[in-house]
């Protein structure tokens, strides 16, 4: 805020105060899929693809540096952008965990886990993209579903494709 806004307020309209007051970076959402930034509310219309409507308001910044940043990583496909904000948070931790979990049984499925979707499939090639990735484990995607799959953790829904059993 600079400080011309502070020594005016006391003559500026209340609904004014408030506007200035309440002037948020916004990171919308449209259900094209896009998202864009906007410092209104209200009236924003999709820079991608026009629409007016179906816009949600996914988060509030204090600044255009932090809209910025999640603007781009809004927009990168989820995989990639889920990736990315794993690898910046969790990046020291994950690999020491890995490296725990590597040492007894369960740590492969943890691994499992970790590369199961959020409908709950495990596909062998999500979990070949997670091993990669990692850099950190040893045994291949086959030997880990495998083992899962011979004590009752999973089961073959298709070709690609393995859910938990409860
Ligand atoms: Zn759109």
Redesign the pocket.
Known sequence: MNYCESSHQKTLEPSHYEIIMSMRYNLIK???G?SFGSTKSKENY?T??G?TRNLVIVEKFENPEELARAISFANLPDEISEELILKIKEKESKIKTNKINNNNDLGGLSVLKKATDKQGNLTKSSLDKFLSEEGSIESSSEYLIGQAEVQGFLIRVNENTWNWLS
Request: charged content about 10%.
């Open positions: 449209c259900s094209c896009f999709c991608k693809c629409s």
